[in-house]
């Protein structure tokens, strides 16, 4: 009787779904799903939304490999813009900085992973990184539940598993995972690591048509600890499989995240759902997706075309009337006109007339001038660009304008320089002052103002001019003396730059040179081929003006 019993409940579970439930896949195939995930914080709600696309690639007696491609995107939504928020929780539900909301989680962007997955849905193996916040896991592994072993009506999958955290200069908390060795961090030897107990039950349904539901109940929890925090997630929804084709149909789970510390405790309600996307509708998104890029692919192609065509007789004639003398409105609208074009040729006439447009007292004029002419005029484009790049903080490149002992310099003036004990980088700085001592106060600019908490004397060798190109504040009558007390005196550098020395030119013998020290002694011949370029140059320079008969004393 008993034998009866087994055998009659094994033909009743084979005759309500037909067969075992697997994942079989065939070669090529191919799934998709429509994802969504809503999590309802205390004051805000954070909704992940996308496509995920899985493609299967070999094929195994029990096992099968599959790629991964798609992503979700992050969208928020204040509940309550002036309300109180709680004294405890990362952003969506106050407090300190999220480990939830950090942007590293690579499920929140468009990415690719390659999954090895047994015919029961244990992950062998997962190249790349699709983690999702709020514990969630990675997105790619969303829709594979455990199935039976067997023929089963109820099954479990318990396990233990490892939250990954790792310390963030920006963040207290870092990111987490709840993957194991799945997580993003699985293998970085800075993380810290909380142990999780992880469990889903399963209960097999009524199958209608070609489609067997499953209901599920899932658990992950942290032990209590009075230095981390800790976390239970709990939930039960339904899940659905398409037995004919061997993939998950669809899933929906309503699970709450309670987090606490101390005394304090947050719950987060968490909806997650999923379902198949048709053949049909994802080729319907493919033919329109292929319509869009076809009209901007038009677009781009007729503002192509516009940009590179000249101007003829009569359009040039009518561009110059209207800069001329036409209303702010018709010349602002020329203007844009004009910025949209790339002309081989640039016209001189019309260069000329957006030229003098740039200091126009009507500010729309000016702005639409500006544009217009880094079109048309690449030389004005290179400077602007330069003007930019010396509004600072950032780093411009060396021109190799050494400043030296008898450089003349003035106060406003534009250079480059390096920060004392800042490493070697060349910024841009305005001249402050001229010191009796021969350094020069700086200020650093920042967006192009002077930062007054970065202004400071540095000797001239940390200094270089600025491009000959960069417009420049207007310079004195006469220029102040450089130094005078000690006009003579430069910075000598060796051929590989890395010594330096104050000294003054004394003689040129032999192809060896005679330096001599502010303190009056002479420095040992020196080979002129071990100087610097710059100094080799001018002691070619002294040596001419040797020779020049009409030197003055």
Known sequence: MRTCIILLCLCFVNSAFGQQLEYRWKPGQKFSYDVKIVVDAVDEVV???????YTVV??????????YRGGLTESKRQ???????VPFGPPGFGGPPSPFSRPTFAGKTQTSNKITITTRGEV?????????PYLLGNVSLLPFELLPDGPKRTWEDDSGIAITKREQSNSPFGSFGPRGAFGPFGQDNKESVQTAGERSTYQLGKRTGKLALVNKSYQLSTPKSNENRTYLIQGKGTWTFDCDENVPQSSSMQMVLSVASGNQTNRIPIAIQYSRVSAEILAEMKADADK????????????????????????KAKTLAALE???????????????????????????????KLINHPQKGTAIAADKALRQWSPDYAKRMKLAKSYQGPSPVGSTGLVVESTTPLYVGQLVQAQRPRRGSFWRAARVKELLADGQVKLAFLTWGKENDRDTVAVSRRMIQLAPPELAQPAAPAVLPAANPANAAMRTWSDVTGRFKIQAEFDSLEDGKVRLRRADGKLLAPLPLEKLSAADRAFVEQQQAEDDNPFRVE
């Open 47 to 53: 909704t992940y939304q996308g496509m995920t696309h």
């Open 58 to 67: 070999t094929l195994g007696p029990d096992q099968s490999t599959v790629t």
């Open 79 to 85: 509940k309550n813009a002036g309300g109180n928020r």
């Open 124 to 132: 062998l193996a997962m190249e790349g990184d699709s983690q999702l």
């Open 292 to 315: 869009r890029a076809a009209e901007a692919a038009r677009m781009a192609a007729e503002k192509k075309a516009f940009a590179e065509k000249p101007l003829t007789a009569a359009e």
């Open 325 to 355: 003398t036409g209303m702010e409105v018709q010349r602002v609208e020329v203007l844009n006109q004009l910025a949209l074009k790339t002309p081989a040729d640039r016209d001189p006439e019309i260069v000329a007339a957006i030229s």
